[in-house]
Nanobody, 115 residues
């Protein structure tokens, strides 16, 4: 199994920045990709950013130019740097780890952006 623990969420004013962290433990050698999803009130969970084991990154159109996903492989940790935050970025952000046949999720961390 893989365990994921997110941190770094909080409350910021519009235009501010936050950095989310997701530390993976357990069967980390089986992870093929990791990413960040978010779910706003009344909305479906959506992909924000993903990072494959080969280094390929994917960003949602809504965050391109503002968010950056990165990794620290020795620490089995990924990060999401969020700049120029907007109120519409308010959501619970979930870390995801994808294995060949399984997906694992963190508990989520709340990001609230005030106007």
């Amino acid at each position: 199994q893989v365990q994921l623990v997110e941190s770094g969420g909080g409350w910021v004013q519009a235009g501010g920045s936050l950095r989310l962290s997701c530390a993976a433990s357990g069967s980390v050698i089986r992870i093929n990709a990791m990413g960040w999803y978010r779910q706003a009130p009344g909305k479906q969970r959506e992909l924000v950013a993903a990072l494959a084991i080969n280094g390929t990154t994917t960003l949602s159109d809504s965050v391109k130019g503002r968010f950056t996903i990165s990794r620290d492989s020795p620490k089995n940790t990924i990060y999401l740097r969020m700049n120029s935050l907007k109120p519409e970025d308010t959501a619970v952000y979930y870390c995801n780890a994808r294995l060949i046949t399984q997906n694992y999720w963190g508990q989520g961390t709340q990001v609230t952006v005030s106007s």
